[in-house]
């Protein structure tokens, strides 16, 4: 019998506790192939030593030079193996659990890094707000490293990011705006569920990642998450909705 594959995610004050769009990713990833595991809780400043610990790989290069690690990240104790970034862990579950929901059916990896791209591209707009969102309802320890980072790469207080007025109601509607490309993709995949139709497949982690990251900090009951539900005809509450069996926190 196989044992619970270990998932490094970042915790927060929520009740759900799970909200970055990034580990949302593999989290999506994870319960879409339908593999045991568990979630372990790692605040920011405690990333780069577990990392060093298990022999994660670095998946970036910090201002100064020096290697940038990052989560999610999973340890698979049936494999031995550790893999750092969404992209990859999914690459690696559809690889070592072939039997589960294919997260990438064939051919499809380099349309779902275009995908990502485009999803990103659309909603660039809100982050700074997003930003300061998550900010704030980090753990002490991460939001302090949370805010300090960011704010050395924005050269601006937190509470700049995205102060209420015109900038941030243009932003908002520059995503909306933005959106309807991504909305004119999934009409055309027949009226299906999912990105691939009636098959959900990690197209759906990256994109649900990204509408959850604004649905939890924001808050379900948010005028925020209402208002991006309804755009383009309800599409993204409804597709939320419908990602829900894949939501789960373990």
Same mark, same amino acid.
């Given at each position: ?13 929520? +009740?759900?506790? /799970? ?6 990713k593999a ?8 593999? +045991? ?10 990333? *780069? +030593? ?65 995908? *990502? ?14 930003? /300061? ?19 050395? /790469? ?5 509470? *700049? ?61 948010s005028a ?27």
């Amino acid at each position: 019998m196989s044992s619970p594959i270990i998932f490094y995610d970042l915790p927060s004050t929520l +009740a759900l506790n /799970a909200w970055s769009p990034n580990t949302w990713k593999a989290r999506y990833a994870l319960n879409i192939k339908g593999v +045991a595991y568990k979630t372990e809780w790692v605040e920011y400043p405690d990333i *780069e +030593a577990l990392a060093k610990k298990i022999g994660a790989p670095a998946t970036g290069t910090k201002a100064d030079g020096s290697p940038l690690y990052t989560l999610p990240m999973i340890n698979d104790p049936n494999t031995g193996k550790v893999v750092a970034d969404s992209f990859l862990i999914a690459v690696y579950l559809d690889t070592t659990y072939p039997s589960g929901t294919t997260l990438f059916p064939p051919g499809t990896k380099s349309l779902m890094a275009a995908l *990502e791209a485009g999803v990103t591209g659309s909603i660039g707009s809100i982050f700074p707000y997003q930003l /300061a969102t998550s900010c704030y309802i980090l753990n002490p320890s991460s939001e302090k490293y949370f805010r300090v980072t960011r704010e050395a /790469a924005y050269g601006k207080k937190i509470e *700049e990011f995205s102060p209420a007025g015109a900038q941030r109601d243009a932003d908002w509607a520059k995503a909306k705006e933005g959106l309807v490309a991504v909305d004119d993709w999934l009409s055309k995949n027949g009226g299906g569920k999912f990105v691939m139709g009636n098959t959900v497949t990690y197209a759906d982690g990256i994109l649900g990642a990204w509408l959850t990251w604004i649905k939890v900090t924001n808050g379900e009951s948010s005028a925020v998450w209402k208002d991006v539900a309804s755009w383009h005809g309800g599409r993204w509450g409804t597709y939320i909705t419908n990602l829900q069996p894949f939501a789960t926190v373990l």
